[in-house]
């Protein structure tokens, strides 16, 4: 484990010293960021600043970081995002002595935590299987599909459908993993800087100082599906820097002014849903704001493109970087009902073709 312990900061001084680092660090660095992965400092300067340690928080105040960092550079984002959920699950955890190792190395970013999980909300037969053993140990087998922050992470939240309609969550150190030829790198066209991998698990052991929790699978996936008809922070993040962009030019002003009132009105609408009703309810009108969200910020990605001319075609570019940003939200935390409503939506803006 490695980087700073963060002091203890209000969410004012915690939303002041992270926008901060987007500012000076994140930002500047966007472009390269995104050409030669992320490096372990951008995640090291966000815990100095306080912003791994917000998922037992207010979860406005997490929204707000997510806006500001993701604003500033997608792929840091997205590593920064993956810590979360390992730090929720193992602040809620019943096992005592996990959670007197992990959860304050965690909430200090002394430990970074990426998650395996979104394998478990796929149909068919299951990806990872987990088999219990002796003395409430287990083994792990399959093929996680998809893992971001690998050389990143120093823990994975790892999860595995166990026998009876359970599933396993288990919280492993990243070394555990890499056994030989196990992992497999992802070519990506956006958010390649991610250190994405597919990992092989071949009777991985797991103890019973490392499980997390064990419930019905039923219900996990209940909850995944309504957290997930949501509408992410980091849509309004990616609207904010292709507005920002835009504003350069004078022949996308307008663009620019209408992106930014059209976002404003589907931020409060999407986290208005978020704070006030309970989930699974509005469940249609929390996916067509979602679609919505993505659509405006396609677009508005798009518009850079144009603004920026045939420069854009290059790689290196910040409307092409802006551009592949926006369309990883098509794809992140994608289910059949939130892919259901971007398809409504696009028939009605497009009409039968």
Same mark, same amino acid.
């Given at each position: 484990?490695?980087?700073?312990?963060?002091?203890? *900061?209000?969410?004012? %001084?915690?939303?002041?010293?992270?926008?901060?680092?987007?500012?000076?660090?994140? /930002?500047?660095?966007?472009?390269?960021?995104?050409?030669?992965?992320?490096?372990?400092?951008?995640?090291?300067?966000?815990?100095?600043?306080?912003?791994?340690?917000?998922?037992?928080?207010?979860?406005?105040? *997490?929204?707000?970081?997510? %806006?500001?960092?993701?604003?500033?550079?997608?792929?840091? $984002?997205?590593? =920064?995002?993956?810590?979360?959920?390992?730090?929720?699950?193992?602040?809620?955890?019943?096992?005592?002595?996990?959670? %007197?190792?992990?959860?304050?190395?965690?909430?200090?970013?002394?430990?970074?935590?990426?998650?395996?999980? !979104?394998?478990?909300?796929?149909?068919?037969?299951?990806?990872?299987?987990?088999?219990?053993?002796?003395?409430?140990?287990?083994?792990?087998?399959?093929?996680?599909?998809?893992?971001?922050?690998? #050389?990143?992470?120093?823990?994975?939240?790892?999860?595995?459908?166990?026998?009876?309609?359970?599933?396993?969550?288990?919280?492993?150190?990243? %070394? &555990?993993? &890499?056994?030989?030829?196990?992992?497999?790198?992802?070519?990506?066209? !956006?958010?390649?800087?991610?250190?994405?991998?597919?990992?092989?698990?071949?009777?991985?052991?797991?103890?019973?100082?490392?499980?997390?929790?064990?419930?019905?699978?039923?219900? $996990?996936?209940?909850? =995944?599906?309504?957290?997930?008809?949501?509408?992410?922070?980091?849509?309004?993040?990616?609207?904010?820097?292709?507005?920002?962009?835009?504003?350069?030019?004078?022949?996308?002003?307008?663009?620019?002014?209408?992106?930014?009132?059209?976002?404003?009105?589907?931020?409060?609408?999407? =986290?208005?849903?978020?704070?006030?009703?309970?989930?699974?309810?509005?469940?249609?009108?929390?996916?067509?704001? /979602?679609?919505?969200?993505? &659509?405006?910020?396609?677009?508005?990605?798009?518009?850079?493109?144009?603004?920026?001319?045939?420069?854009?075609?290059?790689?290196?570019?910040?409307?092409?970087?802006?551009?592949?940003?926006? !369309?990883?939200?098509?794809?992140?935390?994608?289910?059949?009902?939130?892919? &259901?409503? =971007?398809?409504?939506?696009? #028939?009605?803006?497009? #009409?039968?073709?």
């Amino acid at each position: 484990m490695t980087g700073p312990t963060a002091p203890s *900061l209000d969410d004012t %001084e915690v939303l002041t010293a992270t926008t901060r680092v987007a500012d000076e660090l994140l /930002r500047p660095r966007a472009d390269g960021t995104a050409r030669e992965g992320v490096p372990r400092g951008h995640l090291d300067a966000l815990a100095a600043a306080g912003a791994l340690g917000l998922a037992t928080r207010a979860p406005a105040l *997490l929204r707000q970081a997510t %806006e500001i960092i993701s604003a500033a550079d997608g792929a840091t $984002w997205f590593v =920064y995002a993956q810590h979360h959920q390992p730090v929720r699950a193992v602040a809620a955890s019943d096992n005592q002595a996990l959670r %007197e190792r992990w959860l304050t190395p965690l909430l200090t970013g002394r430990a970074l935590s990426g998650h395996a999980i !979104s394998h478990l909300a796929r149909p068919g037969p299951p990806a990872v299987t987990a088999t219990p053993g002796a003395g409430g140990d287990w083994a792990l087998n399959g093929r996680i599909a998809w893992l971001t922050g690998w #050389g990143l992470a120093d823990v994975v939240l790892a999860g595995a459908i166990a026998p009876d309609d359970r599933v396993l969550f288990a919280l492993l150190p990243a %070394e &555990d993993l &890499d056994a030989p030829r196990a992992v497999h790198r992802h070519t990506l066209w !956006s958010m390649h800087a991610t250190h994405a991998v597919a990992i092989d698990l071949n009777d991985v052991p797991v103890g019973r100082d490392q499980v997390v929790s064990v419930s019905r699978h039923a219900d $996990w996936l209940r909850a =995944y599906l309504n957290h997930n008809a949501n509408t992410h922070p980091a849509v309004f993040g990616s609207l904010r820097a292709t507005s920002r962009f835009l504003a350069q030019y004078e022949t996308f002003q307008a663009w620019s002014d209408s992106a930014k009132l059209r976002a404003g009105r589907l931020r409060s609408r999407a =986290y208005g849903l978020i704070d006030t009703r309970p989930a699974g309810e509005a469940v249609g009108e929390r996916l067509a704001t /979602r679609a919505a969200a993505v &659509d405006l910020a396609l677009r508005t990605a798009a518009a850079c493109v144009a603004a920026a001319g045939a420069r854009s075609m290059s790689s290196g570019t910040t409307a092409a970087r802006l551009m592949a940003e926006a !369309s990883f939200h098509l794809v992140h935390s994608q289910t059949p009902q939130a892919k &259901d409503a =971007y398809a409504r939506l696009a #028939g009605a803006l497009g #009409g039968s073709c």
